[in-house]
């Protein structure tokens, strides 16, 4: 790696800037979509094909978030090869084969065999989206750029409870994989007319073993990219476990599965203004002050939710309340924490993308399942793994910035 390659400045984006926002959050929007249109449906789904343990439905959301995570690794070599677009093309028609499939599963296993695939072909879209914004724009610029991609595409978990709600009322669960397939071509569409090529072709690796793992070790040994990555795998942990859980948890407090969508609403909306907020404060304040204030409040937040637990006074109000205020801090810290793990890697920025995000996606799914199926029908095994979450990225934070929380960046 030279010094050139470093610190050479990216392109500009070749479309309009709200529109490549706009493209960029869709995309993103599809992965939300594809979890969170099922929350709704997981009691419907476990009638119809005959799941008898009620923890075995959060198989519809995990075996997503696996597939997910693992095919991280394949997408982001082959973009820097091959070039951003056949790629998320490519990923893109099989997420809509996949949602097809699942639509039509006679059978809880092939639905979880198609549930898998489409994890495994959307992860193009978290991969290659990263590397696409990258190869555009870096440092504060990126962090912004990402925010408002992040407050678009939060529009997915605010509306997708709410429309998978809605197809329920009219129709079977069935017809919640048709709406994702349908959503995904027009998505697919829109890439395909409007979003050429980013990459240059300068920036075009061979796919090798020998450059694979040069791509490899240069990802998992700056302090920087490895750090932040692992720091987000811990609170990934939290967010899959509160997915995982969160309509057993409604229907544990409440009685009223009907409560499930606008709780949902409540807290994903808070995560969609913070990321609103960190696009307007980021080029000022910077991603370490902001990220690590969140991370504190975080911490802070999840030992009252989990005192508040613990001594048996968790009622439906506090935990939307609290839960919201949690999700805030946490949309805060994630937004900054991809842009600064891709600090020193725009000449790799598809293959080190898709090593973070396997290590993120693939590890907070894990302790996302671990903390759904520890559910106990009540919120104190998932306060538990918010704060312990919370506490060990903020330990690995501190490492990473050598005890230098709130340093300029």
Known sequence: MTVQQTIRAPA???IGFVEFVALVASLMALTAL???????????????????????????????????????????????????????????????????????????????????????????????????????????????????????????????????????????????????????????????????ETQRIADRQPLSIERLWDGWRQAL??????????????????????????????????????????????????????????????????TRRISHSALVGLVLLSTVHLVIARLGAETIYSFAILQALAMACFGLATANFSSMAMENMGHIAGTASSVQGFISVTGGALAGAAIGQSFDGTTVPLYIGFLVAGLVALAIVAIVERGRLFRPS
């Open 221 to 286: 040994t700056d302090r920087f990219s490895i750090g932040y990555t692992l720091a987000a795998t811990a609170l990934m942990g939290g967010l899959y476990g509160f997915i995982n859980s969160v309509q057993q948890i409604v229907g544990a407090l409440t009685g009223d599965n009907r409560l499930l969508v606008p709780v949902f609403i409540g807290v994903a909306s808070m995560m969609a203004l913070a990321n609103l907020l960190n696009s307007r404060i980021v080029m000022r304040l910077g």
């Open 12 to 14: 500009q984006p070749p």
């Open 34 to 196: 594809g979890i969170d249109a099922m929350l709704p449906a997981l009691p419907a789904i476990a009638t119809a094909l005959n799941v008898g343990v009620a923890n075995d439905r959060q198989l519809v959301i995990g075996v997503f978030l696996l597939g997910f995570g693992l095919a991280q690794l394949v997408h982001g070599p082959l973009a820097d090869r091959y070039g951003r677009r056949p790629v998320l093309v490519a990923s893109l028609s099989a997420y809509v084969i996949a949602n097809l499939i699942a639509a039509f599963s006679a059978s809880f296993m092939l639905l979880l065999v198609a549930r898998f695939a489409a994890g495994m072909a959307i992860a193009a879209s978290r991969v290659v989206t990263v590397a696409l914004v990258r190869d555009c724009y870096s440092g504060r610029a990126m962090a912004r750029v990402m925010s408002l991609a992040f407050m678009v595409f939060m529009a997915a978990p605010v509306l997708a409870p709410s429309v998978g709600e809605l197809i329920l009322l009219f129709g079977s669960w069935r017809l919640i994989f048709v709406m994702i397939a349908a959503i995904s071509g027009v998505i697919l569409i829109w890439f395909v007319i409007r979003m050429p």
